[in-house]
């Protein structure tokens, strides 16, 4: 179970990385819901616990802001030491000159795109429902003694699909661009006449230059020299009697005449002894 655990929360980091770009140290935004967790569950310290959770190199910042301080503190003596730990965090600064709730509080510094790569720490099920419409919101909540994190929702995934379509399709206005450059060159070409016509470039390959598009590819396959010789069949041998012929310049074919070695005493000898 802990493997299947830590494969999930690495694919949603790997996600959130890729399409809305979380980057190391992250930077998450902890609630009063969940510091009090931490404390009941005795989830200590909080900064290794959370490094741990999102498989980070580097210990992530952990933050709160001063509504939601002031809510813990409104809660009283059961939220004592909850108040007080979460007083140890940075506290980053949220345009409220009256204190608000900290659902209102973190919906605001969230905003509608989430420009600081926040991670988000909360309890609160209404919170976390308000959080997936939100795209690029990655959410952290605990469950007894155990962190996990959200699996991206339909809603972020949707908008991080065509957040990656817009980029690779061509818009209206980078079309209309190309037009007027490619309307440009023409009247150019005609006021310059004959040499101007060997500048001219039709809006095909203005688009295709824009778009890094090439006509033939740059790389080249090795065609084959020649047959492999491990898959050539053999020549097939000639008879002996045939291999000894010679033609001769009249056409004739002669038998070759075979030189035997005449082997000294000293050969003989070494043949008999070997046998």
Do not use: W
């Not at 999930?8 to 399409?19: E, G, L």
């Not at 009941?40 to 992530?60: F, K």
């Not at 209404?126 to 952290?140: C, D, H, Q, S």
């Not at 824009?210 to 000639?238: E, H, I, M, W, Y």
């Amino acid at each position: 179970m802990r493997v299947k655990k830590r494969s999930k929360n690495r694919k949603a980091i790997k996600f959130y990385a890729t399409c809305f770009g979380f980057r190391e140290p992250y930077k998450v935004l902890i609630d009063g819901t969940f510091v009090h967790h931490l404390l009941t569950q005795r989830l200590l310290p909080a900064d290794e616990a959370l490094r741990d959770l999102l498989s980070a190199s580097r210990t992530p910042a952990l933050f709160t802001s001063k509504c939601i301080n002031a809510e813990l503190r409104r809660l009283g003596k059961s939220h004592a030491e909850s108040f007080d730990n979460a007083q140890l965090l940075t506290t980053t600064k949220c345009e409220h000159d009256k204190v608000v709730s900290a659902v209102n509080c973190v919906m605001s510094l969230i905003g509608d795109k989430n420009p600081e790569h926040f991670f988000v720490a909360t309890q609160d099920p209404g919170l976390r429902e308000k959080l997936r419409e939100i795209p690029g919101v990655p959410v952290i909540y605990g469950l007894k003694n155990s962190l996990f994190i959200e699996q991206p929702s339909v809603q972020q995934r949707k908008f991080a699909q065509l957040d990656e379509e817009k980029r690779l399709n061509m818009d209206i206005s980078e079309y209309k661009k190309l037009l007027k450059a490619a309307s440009e060159g023409k009247t150019a070409a005609s006021e310059n006449g004959s040499d101007g016509e060997q500048h001219e470039r039709p809006i095909s390959s203005l688009v295709k230059n824009a778009l890094g598009v090439t006509d033939k590819s740059k790389f080249k396959r090795n065609k084959a020299k020649g047959p492999n010789p491990l898959s050539c069949k053999k020549k097939p041998k000639l008879p002996t009697a045939i291999q000894n012929q010679v033609v001769t310049a009249d056409g004739e074919a002669k038998r070759k005449r075979v030189r035997k070695r005449k082997r000294g005493k000293k050969d003989n000898k070494q043949l008999e002894s070997a046998n």
